[in-house]
């Protein structure tokens, strides 16, 4: 079935690091590729998504790209701010369950001054 | 605009009690609705989903169950709650018309302790 794998944290990073979070997807189809954070205390809110290959996302500063040829959609932002420290999932959508999340583990950010 | 609600924020429960957690979305029609699961050094796990008033899917063979008894509104329940019944327990919606490409949108959450 479909899976998302993505690296283990918790990652830290000094402030205006470099980042990113890799991340692989298993799927049938064609699905859309999605990041979430989760900042301390909060419910999960949408970063970046996209819909097909060599689609990039980004927002804040952030960005992904959908890349077919090695089922990855790696998250990178080139300068990272202590704001940023939260959790961040990588997800796509199933063919079934409703068009549901399938998400990845989640990878724990903690961004140090 | 659309908004999500989920209570009670946090919950502690003996074993054995039974649960009910209320989600509501309002602004849109119509919308598919999911529980999501987050437990303690596990990702994000889908429960349950509705396409529709009545129509709830279970992804998880578990002791929980769900209901949507109207339109925007989704309850999770338990008869009887385990100790592993503890975690992060998130609603969220999505428009049900954009099918792979759909945003779902999350509510706040429930933290759930069993003891």
């Known amino acids: 079935g479909d899976s998302v794998t993505q690296m283990e944290g918790p990652v830290t990073l000094s402030e205006e690091a470099f980042l990113t979070i890799n991340c692989t997807y298993t799927?049938?189809?064609?699905?859309?590729l999605f990041w979430y954070v989760q900042y301390p205390g909060e419910g999960l809110q949408l970063l970046l998504k996209?819909?097909?290959?060599?689609d990039k996302g980004s927002n804040k500063g952030f960005e992904a790209t959908y890349r077919k040829e090695t089922t990855s959609f790696h998250l990178e932002k080139g300068s990272v701010q202590v704001s940023d420290s939260a959790v961040y999932f990588c997800?796509?959508?199933?063919?079934?369950?409703?068009?549901?999340?399938?998400f990845g583990k989640g990878t724990s950010l903690l961004v140090t001054p | 605009s659309q908004t999500i609600h989920q209570w009670p924020a946090t919950l502690v429960q003996p074993v054995g009690s039974p649960l009910s957690l209320e989600c509501t979305v309002e602004?849109?029609?119509?919308?598919?609705l999911y529980w999501y699961r987050q437990a303690a050094g596990r990702g994000l796990q889908l429960l349950f989903y509705?396409?529709?008033?009545?129509?709830i899917s279970s992804e998880v063979p578990q002791n929980l169950s769900a209901s949507r008894p109207q339109d925007r509104q989704f309850i999770l329940s338990s008869k009887k709650l385990l100790l592993s019944d503890s975690g992060f327990y998130l609603c969220?919606?999505?428009?049900?018309?954009?099918?792979?490409?759909?945003?779902?949108?999350f509510g706040p959450g429930t933290r759930l302790l069993v003891l």
């Open positions: 969220a919606w999505s428009r049900g018309t954009g099918g792979m490409e759909e945003t779902q949108y």
């Open positions: 799927a049938t189809g064609y699905p859309s």
């Open positions: 996209a819909t097909k290959a060599d």
């Open positions: 997800a796509l959508t199933s063919t079934n369950s409703g068009y549901a999340l399938n």
């Open positions: 602004g849109t029609s119509n919308p598919n």
């Open positions: 509705s396409v529709g008033i009545g129509q």
